[in-house]
C-alpha cells in the first residue's frame, strides 16, 4: 500500500497566519492526490482534488500544490472557521490511502 | 443535487454482524465508484473498500483490516449501496462513510460524501 505521511501533526496559528501542510507519498502518485477539512462531528468536506483543483464552493484562500511525492495545502490568511483537522489521501492505486491528519489550532 | 445518507448502524456483540445501507440520490449509482470510509473515536480515516461501477462489473476491493470478514454490495434498483459487516470486532467499533470519492480520471471532480452512521461492537 502507498503510505501518506503529513506534517505536522498539530500546527498552532492566529487568524491571518499564511499556514503551510506537508503531504509526501511513500511511491509517486503523480497529482492523484485529495485534501480534505474535518470539523467535530461532521463529516469530511473536500477542499482541493488533483493536487491544486479547488473544490467547488471552497474559498480562495485555500490552494494545494505538488506532484509525484510531495504536496502543500496552503492557507493563505487563516480564518476563524478554518481550524479544524486537514488530512489528505492519495487514489491512484486500488487501495486509496489517507494521511494522518494535522489538526490547527488557535494559539 | 447529490446526497448519501448512511443507515443501519448500532450496537452489536463481538463476533456479531451487521448491515450497513447507503442511499443515493442526485445521481445514478451504477454510473460511479463508491466507497466506505470509517473512523474510530479520536482517530483518523480509514477507507474500508470500493465498488466500482457497471462498466467495471462491479468488481470490489477492500483495506486489509477488513478483507474477508466484510463485503460491499449494491442494488442498482434502489440506488443503493450496503456494507455486510461479519465477525466483528471491538476494533471495527468506528463511524462509517459511504463515499463517491475522487477518481484518478481526468473527468472525477473532488467526490461527495454522507453523514455517517456510528457502529459500536461491545459486549
Known amino acids: 500500500d502507498i503510505q501518506m505521511t503529513q506534517s505536522p501533526s498539530t500546527l498552532s496559528a492566529s487568524v491571518g497566519d499564511r499556514v503551510t501542510i506537508t503531504c509526501r507519498a511513500s511511491?509517486?502518485?503523480?497529482?492523484?492526490l485529495a485534501w480534505y477539512q474535518q470539523k467535530p462531528g461532521k463529516a469530511p468536506k473536500v477542499l482541493i482534488y488533483?493536487?491544486?483543483i479547488l473544490e467547488s464552493g471552497v474559498p480562495s484562500r485555500f490552494s494545494g500544490s505538488g506532484s509525484g511525492t510531495e504536496f502543500t495545502l496552503t492557507i493563505s490568511s487563516l480564518q476563524p472557521d478554518d481550524f479544524a483537522i486537514y488530512y489528505c489521501?492519495?487514489?491512484?492505486?486500488?487501495?486509496?490511502?489517507f494521511g494522518g491528519g494535522t489538526k490547527v489550532e488557535i494559539k | 443535487e447529490v446526497h448519501l445518507v448512511e443507515s443501519g448502524g448500532g450496537l452489536v456483540q463481538p463476533g456479531g454482524s451487521l448491515r450497513l445501507s447507503c442511499a443515493a440520490s442526485?445521481?445514478?449509482?451504477?454510473?460511479?465508484?463508491m466507497d466506505w470510509v470509517r473512523q474510530a473515536p479520536g482517530k483518523g480515516l480509514e477507507w474500508v473498500g470500493r465498488?466500482?461501477?457497471?462498466?467495471?462489473?462491479?468488481?470490489?476491493e477492500y483495506g486489509a483490516s477488513v478483507k474477508g470478514r466484510f463485503t460491499i454490495s449494491r442494488d442498482d434498483s434502489a440506488n443503493s449501496m450496503y456494507l455486510q459487516m461479519n465477525d466483528l470486532k471491538t476494533d471495527d467499533t468506528a463511524v462509517y462513510y459511504c463515499?463517491?470519492?475522487?477518481?484518478?480520471?481526468?473527468?472525477?471532480?473532488?467526490?461527495?460524501w454522507g453523514q455517517g452512521t456510528l457502529v459500536t461492537v461491545s459486549s
Open positions: 488533483k493536487a491544486s
Open positions: 511511491q509517486s502518485i503523480s497529482s492523484w
Open positions: 465498488t466500482r461501477d457497471k462498466a467495471h462489473s462491479y468488481t470490489t
Open positions: 442526485g445521481f445514478t449509482l451504477s454510473d460511479h465508484y
Open positions: 489521501q492519495q487514489y491512484t492505486s486500488y487501495s486509496l490511502t
Open positions: 463515499g463517491r470519492l475522487p477518481r484518478a480520471t481526468a473527468d472525477s471532480g473532488g467526490g461527495y
